[in-house]
């Protein structure tokens, strides 16, 4: 028999097994589109694989080309992310953001793919996502070092930094012949160090047998420290002193551009490698870039420029932007400082952020992505903070993180082995992926709280807006034509350093229509009788506002004109849109 509790019970189960199917439908983490993972890192086919298959999915928005190849021959992948529904992607803002520079600083080309992904899956399930996707094109390039990036995943040797041109590093007319070497074949280039009694520099650390601790002068160690593994490949005397290629990819850009003997790895001439060329030859034909973001790696840093203190301030009304932007940066990335390059990091001349903010007037960024801090936050810290100099709290914070959160996978332990030119040694130290790369199982924040920085500087790009339009006859067929133009943005349609250095097309206001222009000119308060700002130029139906609009503002010009019929106004700026508004004089 069936009592009233029992019927109770079943509807109970009916009505959970409904809200259970209603969770799975529209829960807070619904299905994915495209379930992709993110707990590995990509080799650069994997990375190509990847882009098509976005490409694939979301066909609409998802536009993927190559912009060259690299000296190995390496497919350059550039996404770009545009709603044609909402306009061609000349004529929307566009945020450049790249990645992977140095061939070991893999942590970016996840982040932009993960950008791409983010995107795409959540344009039709948040708002503020559409509205974005909707309103800027996204030019997005996960790896400008394919070369080094495939070599730093590949092989045992760290030293990826660099591309792979061939580059003579130790002056002897060879190229890349003496590299690190995996003599033991365990896939990793170890440290190497020596047992010499009482001759040595260093000694073992009494609190840790994995640390050496240098001597005080006067005092005898027990240790030498012989370098990584290797050997005199080229039989000169000096160990893995020319490995593959030899220069950096980001010291080779038009701006402060500086020769080798002054900035190390600068190459001959701006631009002289393909990668460097390929990205300024796609940007120069993108001038609506207006946002660009480059990601390094490690230190935790929101860097902008100069690079080098002698290049001077940017202009006041350009910090302005810069510190918002960089400010707000620090509070969505824990960890980080906003910075200045020369002045919080070292000085870099010829790089890729100086670049395109004087030589393309764009707003520029660069990401070390990555702060030890992070995951080296032990009781050891504080000591490190007591004892700043001491050679060894340092090392002990990282063995903590190690042996508690990695369970001793990221350290191989000294261990016997005869050198072919050093005779009996012992070799050991950290894996290539350890402290600079971020471990796997902190991914997701780092690659979703970087991303979320872009989309905010992508939001605060210039957006140019028409406003209020009035029309009043002043007599016959004499009319006064007054149009609020707005950006409703930070970021000015044209920087000082861009107009200072005349790298951005000056925004221009047309007018068409059966209208003759008398008189044109910018209205001081609309709301407060005043003289109006009269614009001294020849022809006021193609006025240059060569300053830009600046951001966050809206201004009113005023048209004295004879005419009849429809008139329209149009603001167009290369950097901010086009906009038009269209009145009637009657």
């Not at 690299?70 to 566009?94: C, F, V, Y």
């Not at 402060?256 to 600068?266: A, E, F, H, R, V």
């Not at 250095?501 to 925004?507: A, F, I, S, T, W």
């Amino acid at each position: 028999m069936i009592n009233k509790t029992t019927i109770g019970l079943l509807l109970g189960l009916v009505a959970l097994t409904a809200v259970n199917v209603h969770a799975q439908q529209r829960g807070s983490d619904p299905d994915h589109r495209l379930s992709l993972t993110w707990d590995r890192w990509l080799d650069h086919d994997e990375i190509g694989e990847r882009m098509q298959l976005m490409q694939r999915t979301w066909p609409n928005f998802l536009t993927l080309r190559s912009l060259g190849n690299s000296h190995g021959g390496r497919e350059m992948w550039l996404m770009t992310i545009n709603n044609p529904a909402t306009g061609g992607e000349l004529d929307k803002a566009g945020m450049f953001i790249e990645a992977n520079v140095h061939g070991n600083e893999i942590q970016g080309a996840e982040v932009i793919l993960y950008t791409i992904w983010y995107l795409m899956e959540n344009y039709d399930r948040i708002d503020e996502i559409k509205r974005l996707v909707d309103e800027r094109v996204f030019y997005l390039l996960p790896s400008v070092n394919p070369d080094g990036r495939d070599y730093f995943l590949d092989n045992a040797g760290s030293g990826a930094r660099t591309g792979h041109i061939p580059v003579d590093s130790d002056g002897d007319g060879l190229f890349d012949e003496d590299g690190p070497n995996d003599l033991n074949g365990n896939g990793v280039i170890e440290q190497i160090r020596k047992y010499v009694p009482g001759q040595g520099t260093h000694r073992i650390s009494h609190v840790d047998p994995r640390l050496l601790e240098r001597v005080f002068p006067g005092e005898n160690g027990d240790w030498v420290l012989l370098g990584r593994e290797g050997i005199d490949d080229d039989g000169d005397g000096r160990v893995n002193e020319d490995p593959v290629g030899g220069y950096d990819p980001n010291r080779n850009y038009g701006s402060d551009w500086q020769p080798n003997y002054i900035q190390g790895g600068s190459m001959n001439y701006p631009f002289q490698l393909p990668e460097a060329r390929a990205i300024n030859d796609f940007m120069m034909t993108r001038p609506n870039i207006a946002g660009f973001q480059s990601f390094h790696n490690s230190g935790g840093m929101i860097l902008r420029g100069p690079g080098a203190a002698w290049q001077g301030r940017y202009p006041t009304s350009d910090i302005r932007v810069y510190d918002e932007i960089g400010e707000n940066g620090e509070r969505m990335l824990p960890y980080y400082d906003y910075l200045v390059i020369w002045r919080g990091l070292y000085t870099v001349h010829g790089g890729s952020i100086d670049w395109t903010n004087d030589g393309l007037g764009i707003i520029s960024y660069s990401n070390e992505l990555w702060n030890g801090g992070q995951y080296f936050n032990s009781p050891l810290l504080q000591e490190q903070r007591q004892n700043p100099n001491s050679p060894i709290s340092p090392q002990r914070s990282r063995f903590f993180f190690d042996d508690f959160l990695e369970f001793g996978d990221q350290y191989v332990e000294w261990a016997p082995f005869e050198h072919p030119v050093y005779g009996q040694v012992e070799m050991g130290g950290w894996k290539k992926l350890s402290g600079r790369v971020n471990p796997r199982f902190m991914s997701m924040e780092l690659f979703h709280r970087n991303m979320a920085f872009t989309l905010y500087h992508a939001d605060q790009m210039p957006l140019m807006s028409i406003g209020e339009t009035s029309v009043e006859r002043v007599g016959g067929n004499l009319y006064r034509v007054r149009v609020d133009i707005t950006n409703e943005r930070l970021i000015p349609t044209i920087t000082e350093r861009a107009r200072q250095n005349h790298v951005v097309r000056p925004d221009l206001i047309t007018v068409q229509g059966n209208v003759d222009i008398v008189a044109a000119g910018w209205v001081a308060d609309k709301f407060r009788p005043g003289p109006t700002q009269m614009i001294d130029q020849e022809e006021l139906d193609r006025i240059l506002v060569r300053s830009g609009h600046p951001g966050r503002t809206t201004r009113t010009i005023e048209y004295l004109v004879r005419g009849s019929g429809a008139m329209t106004v149009t603001y167009s700026a290369v950097k901010g849109g086009t906009v038009s508004a269209s009145v009637q004089l009657r």
